[in-house]
């Protein structure tokens, strides 16, 4: 997973509340497993028209290299798929700033790399009336443009998970020697649970 330490981009303001994970990536779309090629349907309803061709009036049409998403409460909700992070992260982002997220998506954020930060509604809609580039410091937890800086709050562990570009995967394998260590002991006391005991 990619260490997310600060990140300065473009952004895009999508002023919409409750987003759902089907908006995010419609079900037709989760046909894989695979964390790449989904970024091409990310928002495909309102992306495309009925004959497949790109919107001009939807923002991520207008602004295809934003890295930053802007957008209104409860972004997230719906089902609990993870390809929902996964298609925002394949097409190029790598922060949803939003006033509010929905517990599941939070969560699934972390696990994948993509860095959700929840700001009040007039701070969003502050950062989108500059439409300029948006720096996120990771480790000051902070949002910053132009003269504009707000702070944000985040689970020390979620931030660490960032900072080390570390899946869980990863984090466990950092305890290989606790766990050995755990192991033998558990054997020492119970012989008997050993294979071929």
Known sequence: M?????????AAFLPLDNIDTDMIIAKQYLKTIKR?????WLFADMRYDAQGKPRPDFILNQKPK??????????GCGSSREHA???????????????????????????????????????????AARDKDITIDLEAQTVSCDDLCFGFK?????????LEGLDGIARILQQQDA??????????????LRKGS
Not at 154 to 162: A, S, V, Y
């Open 85 to 127: 992070p996964w298609s925002l992260m394949d097409f190029g982002l790598r922060a949803v700033i939003a006033s509010g997220f929905a517990d599941i998506f939070y969560s699934n954020c972390f696990k994948n790399g993509l860095l959700p930060v929840s700001l009040p509604p007039e701070a969003v809609e502050a950062l």
């Open 36 to 40: 790449s090629g989904l970024g091409k």
């Open 179 to 192: 766990i050995k260590a755990f192991e033998e002991r558990h054997f020492a006391q119970q012989p008997w």
């Open 154 to 162: 985040i689970e020390p562990d979620n931030k660490k998970t960032l």
């Open 2 to 10: 990619q260490k997310l330490t600060t990140h300065k981009g473009q």
């Open 66 to 75: 934003a890295s930053i998403l802007l957008a209104g409460k409860n972004f």
